[in-house]
């Protein structure tokens, strides 16, 4: 996609990835819009970066999102790129018992807020003469990691639901790109310290995940997976590295 001259939103743009992809952004000469629950996050993250703009935004719930929608279209009618990158990870053990409230959270948000966004904003975007939606998946899609077995399976259907989206959008204006992070170093993985205890499995470093994943973003690729994901897409591990990986549970 072309990364430069874009008037762009991105969800759970205030810290993590979602922060590390607007600053980028918005040194490539875009227009940026962050959105997220935490309104004193998106002001912080907006006063840091003079120009970026912030709106309260919770993609696990419908009503925010229609009103999201039709408010910032209006207000920014040039927007033509949105980056679906809000997400939730929790820890979920079937064999201690089901957490159906935290189940359903991150169903909401990375399904449910994936599927709204899209449709809320699409009828927007297909008015531009070039347009691009940005699905931020996982390598969690394509060999989950049992400690996360809900978040995994949301991953994976992020990675199908761009696929489908993407051949429904082929005749339009508006490209679907897929992102998919390895394990990246940032406050969704600082609330699992437990990770650090597995021998072999460290995160990447989350300025250079965002170097690379700008150069992915650079390219004319659908697909963008960024070091460890490619490997876990490709089967590039070791069967005992799989086994490793997924069977990590406490």
């Known amino acids: 996609m072309n990364i430069q001259g874009n008037t762009i939103l991105i969800t ?3 810290s993590g990835i979602g922060r590390g992809l607007a600053e980028a952004l918005q040194k490539q000469g875009n227009k940026i819009i962050i959105a997220g629950r935490r309104e004193s996050v998106l002001q912080e993250t907006a006063k840091a970066n003079p120009g970026m703009e912030y709106a309260v935004l919770d993609t696990s719930n419908a009503g925010s999102i229609q009103a ?8 920014y009618p040039d927007l033509n790129v949105v980056i679906n990158n809000a997400g939730v990870q929790r820890v979920i053990d079937f064999a201690a018992g089901y957490d159906d409230a935290a189940a359903q ?3 909401s948000t990375n399904i449910s807020g994936v599927l709204r966004m899209a449709a809320a904003f699409l009828p927007h975007l297909r008015t531009k003469a070039s347009a691009t939606i940005v699905n931020i998946s996982s390598g969690l899609a394509f060999v989950p990691m049992a400690r996360y077995p809900v978040y995994s399976a949301t991953k994976a259907f992020v990675h199908s639901f761009s ?8 005749d339009t204006s508006v490209r679907v790109v897929e992102l998919a992070p390895p394990w990246v170093g940032t406050d969704l993985d600082a609330s699992h310290p437990e990770r650090a205890a597995h021998e072999g499995m460290s995160p990447m470093p989350l300025p250079a995940f965002i170097n690379a994943a700008m150069e992915e973003l650079a390219s004319d ?10 490997f876990l897409y490709a089967g590039g591990v070791s069967e005992k590295q799989i086994a490793t990986f997924a069977q990590i549970n406490h």
Do not use: F
């Not at 929608?69 to 207000?75: F, I, N, V, Y």
């Not at 696929?163 to 082929?170: A, D, F, I, P």
């Not at 690729?221 to 490619?230: I, M, N, P, Q, T």
């Open 221 to 230: 690729e659908d697909e963008l997976k960024v070091a460890g994901a490619k």
């Open 105 to 107: 959270e991150e169903i």
């Open 12 to 14: 759970g743009g205030g």
């Open 68 to 75: 999201a929608a039709a408010k910032l279209t209006s207000q």
């Open 163 to 170: 696929m489908s989206l993407r051949l429904q959008l082929k």
